[in-house]
């Protein structure tokens, strides 16, 4: 049986000692110490052997994965769950109860090591800001925006300007020729930038076994944004990705039919997708625009 672990001192103090040697890819695990998201589970509340913490289906595990326990944390999995980074004993033991539905893909994650002019340069020719967008190579101008009153530059990195010039890379937006002040957002047309997947809808989380939470769940659920959801977390899934993917999808009801857009920055050429189904048909839409990006 599990149980829901209370995160008091001792236990808070218990899960870090299980949890040290998991490789940190991301802040959930601190996040969940913390008390900030997520739940923590055990096999026995008084002497654990077998742990796990998950966060809205990201899932990562301590102690003993052969256990009773170890092996009933496993089973209990809810599908898409993903198995983020955990000792090696409890991948063998997830590989030998799924089998091939326990599928490995690599995590993605933003690096500048290949970054380059040539490329920033590329995009900003994409752009239809491109008129007003201004590359940061001269001393003034570095200077400008690094003093502007909103902080949002930090040349700190760099001895001076002159510094940032020769071995730094930068662009800012200008207003005439001068920096403006305050722009620190602005909205984002669709054919600008595609948002991530799920963004602005609202989830509740109730108990497993509440009927009666459940049932006004129901009766707040909005059907065609849960299907909207649902189209671009398919999509997600059948890219294998995560919150570090490089890919966005927006779906949207149209008439009887979703529609939906998506990006995938993933290989080298970015790859753009649209489609549309019947509303009902919210997993499929998403496995499809997938396929067509893979």
Not at 35 to 49: H, I, N
Not at 96 to 104: L, N
Not at 198 to 223: K, M, P, T, V, W
Request: net charge negative; charged share 25%.
């Amino acid at each position: 049986m599990l149980f829901d672990y209370p995160l008091t001192k001792t236990n808070r103090l218990r899960l870090a000692q299980a949890f040290r040697h998991n490789r940190r890819v991301d802040i959930s695990i601190d996040c969940v110490l913390e008390d900030q998201m997520g739940r923590a589970f055990v096999d026995d509340l008084e002497r654990p052997s077998a742990f796990m913490l998950d966060v809205s289906g990201f899932c990562y595990f301590a102690g003993d994965a052969n256990s009773a326990g170890g092996q009933e944390m496993l089973a209990a999995l809810r599908p898409y769950s993903l198995f983020m980074p955990s000792p090696q004993s409890w991948a063998e033991a997830a590989q030998a109860m799924y089998g091939e539905r326990f599928v490995a893909f690599p995590r993605y994650s933003f690096s500048s090591a290949r970054l380059s002019r040539e490329h920033l340069t590329g995009l900003l020719q994409a752009s239809p800001w491109r008129e007003r967008v201004r590359r940061l190579d001269d001393e003034e101008l570095v200077t400008a925006v690094s003093q502007s009153d909103e902080g949002i530059f930090d040349s700190g990195a760099f001895d001076s300007a002159a510094d940032f010039v020769a071995r730094g890379i930068g662009y800012c937006l200008l207003e005439g020729d001068a920096v403006p002040d305050g722009v620190l957002a602005t909205v984002l047309d669709l054919e600008v930038m595609l948002p991530c997947v799920g963004q602005a809808a609202i989830g509740i989380e109730i108990r497993a076994d509440d009927e009666r939470l459940a049932s006004i769940c129901q009766r707040l659920n909005h059907f065609n944004t849960l299907q909207c959801v649902t189209a671009e977390r398919a999509f997600l899934h059948a890219m294998g990705g995560g919150c570090l993917s490089p890919v966005a999808a927006y779906a949207e009801v149209v008439g009887e039919q979703i529609k939906m857009r998506a990006v995938s920055y993933r290989d080298e050429k970015v790859k753009r997708g649209e489609a549309r189904r019947p509303i009902k048909e919210a997993v499929e839409l998403g496995a499809q625009l997938a396929a067509e990006l893979h």
